[in-house]
């Protein structure tokens, strides 16, 4: 249905010129400039190596946790981080933990401060995740494993559970 909408509504901003532009002009607007991307932290652990690379563990259970945080830095610029953490287990053995937080300095441009929130916490971190995709993938594969390729994260769904939290925890209080 989400497909219906959004093809629905293309011809109707281009049948209406004023609109469309109108739209584009917000929609363009509005944007997340990243000024630079970094490792804070990473750290791999291959504890029971060698043996698990010799025996083979067979298929690893993996879990993985994700975070999200920012911090205002200046006046308009956020450091966000983005932290994925990734630990496989097979047959009660450890066969490896990786954890790596990875950050963006970002500034916000034509939002409005309703929309400040939400561009920082769910575009950054979607603009993050391919990087620390491909850093896990390595760090896994170098440590004598295959490679771990974590699938696409809903950062909006991230981002609601987070203000359910954060609402919970001030009814509690």
Same mark, same amino acid.
Not at 63 to 70: D, F, R
Not at 87 to 99: E, G
Not at 123 to 126: C, F, K, W
Not at 162 to 166: D, I, Y
């Given at each position: 249905m989400a497909k219906d909408t959004k093809t629905?509504? /293309?011809p109707a901003s281009k049948d209406n010129g004023k609109s469309s532009s109108t739209g584009d002009t917000a929609n363009t607007a509005r944007q997340i400039i990243v000024h630079a991307q970094y490792v804070k932290d990473l750290s791999f652990e291959? #504890?029971?190596a060698p043996r698990v690379l010799i025996e083979g563990a067979g298929q690893p @259970?993996?879990? *993985?946790? !994700?975070? !999200?945080? %920012? &911090? $205002?830095i200046s006046e308009n610029q956020y450091e966000v981080t983005l932290n994925l953490a990734a630990? %496989? /287990?097979?047959? @009660?053995? !450890? $066969?490896?933990? !990786?954890?790596v937080t990875y950050a963006g300095l970002v500034s916000p441009e034509g939002a409005t401060a309703d929309e400040i929130n939400p561009l920082i916490m769910i575009? %950054? #971190? &979607?603009l993050l995740f391919p990087f620390v995709r491909a850093i896990i993938s390595d760090a896994t594969r170098n440590g004598g494993f295959m490679p771990?390729? *974590?699938q696409p994260i809903d950062f909006v769904a991230v981002y609601q559970h987070? $203000?359910? &939290? &954060?609402a919970a925890a001030q009814t509690s209080n």
């Open positions: 629905k509504k /293309t291959n #504890p029971n @259970d993996v879990e *993985i946790t !994700v975070n !999200v945080g %920012a &911090q $205002l630990k %496989a /287990t097979a047959k @009660d053995n !450890v $066969l490896f933990l !990786v954890d575009e %950054a #971190p &979607q771990l390729n *974590i987070n $203000l359910a &939290q &954060q």
